[in-house]
């Protein structure tokens, strides 16, 4: 991990952008953790750090104010990474069917969503090894976000991984439902019940099928982007008990 710029906030969070081989990420650690090391939440989100950073830095900074420090990396074949033409008519295929107000057959979601997951989460598995060998950064970890399969996989796979915030908001091939029979770590699973691009229906079933003993769904009004800014207060008292 190779660090390439650093800025205080104006809240005091500590901002640093890093790459990692050809991954870029940015890691956020609160201003009490130079001091003493923070646990460590894994922020997901779709692909484009320099388009999602406006809601990235909100949501890493509030999870600061609770004392976590946060951390991200940019999804294969986004931003500024290289493309993948699989990758580029799959994601073409989803956008027409959507866009047609036809059902989303599930070979485009498979083609979509399966090679991703592949390569992102050993990815965040690298990025996880190189933040928590840093001093000021601890376990447990956290992960927060979407892209909801790349959580499941992860919170399967990874043991260091204590409790995850799933955004209900993308696509989920069918056959990693059996994975998400596999989940037993707490869960709190956000859901937009409008949301004009995703299958409610969907992810109401997926929830049915996470194996955790303790999961809870939000769902509340409103399309993709709409989630209510109480929810990440929600979110901290989750990870508050689960990571602290």
Do not use: C
């Amino acid at each position: 991990m190779q660090f390439t710029s650093e800025q205080r906030l104006d809240d005091g969070v500590l901002e640093r952008e890093f790459t990692l081989g050809e991954i870029p990420g940015i890691l956020w650690t609160p201003a009490a953790s130079a001091s003493a090391s923070a646990p460590l939440i894994l922020v997901g989100h779709p692909g484009g750090l320099h388009r999602m950073y406006p809601r990235l830095v909100a949501r890493a900074q509030h999870a600061a104010a609770e004392g976590f420090a946060a951390a991200t990396i940019e999804l294969p074949w986004a931003g500024d990474r290289p493309r993948s033409a699989h990758a580029e008519q799959a994601r073409a295929d989803l956008r027409r069917a959507i866009e047609a107000g036809e059902p989303v057959a599930d070979e485009i979601v498979d083609r979509l969503v399966s090679p991703l997951v592949d390569k992102a989460v050993p990815e965040w598995r690298a990025a996880m090894d190189a933040l928590l060998s840093l001093p000021e950064i601890d376990g447990p970890v956290g992960y927060s976000g979407g892209v909801i399969a790349i959580g499941i996989r992860l919170a399967v796979v990874e043991p260091r991984i204590s409790a995850a915030l799933l955004f209900a908001g993308s696509f989920v091939p069918r056959s990693m439902f059996e994975e998400a029979r596999q989940v037993t770590i707490p869960l709190h699973v956000l859901l937009q019940w409008d949301d004009e691009g995703n299958d409610r229906q969907l992810a109401l079933d997926l929830f049915d099928a996470f194996g955790s003993k303790e999961k809870t769904l939000h769902a509340n009004m409103g399309g993709h982007t709409g989630v209510p800014e109480f929810e990440a207060d929600a979110a901290n008292r989750f990870f508050t008990r689960h990571l602290k």
